[in-house]
């Protein structure tokens, strides 16, 4: 049982990501889809940029919060 996570630690990693979401979406400034069907190389290119997004974004908080 030591190799899953605490529920309550998941619910908190969770909403800290919902919490950024808006900033992760604008800083990554991927433009929206408008119907337009994208391939599995374009999803995955994506997804990356969201990462690193969210990676900055979630820095960014950190700083303005006065963290670490």
Do not use: H, W
């Not at 408008?34 to 974004?57: C, D, P, W």
């Amino acid at each position: 049982m030591a190799d899953q996570p605490n529920p309550n630690d998941l619910q908190q990693k969770y909403r800290q990501f919902l919490d950024l979401l808006p900033l992760t979406v604008s800083l990554a400034g991927l433009p929206t889809s408008e119907g337009r069907l994208y391939s599995e190389e374009q999803i995955e290119a994506r997804g990356i940029t969201v990462r690193a997004a969210y990676r900055v974004a979630r820095s960014v908080a950190k700083e303005c919060l006065g963290g670490s």
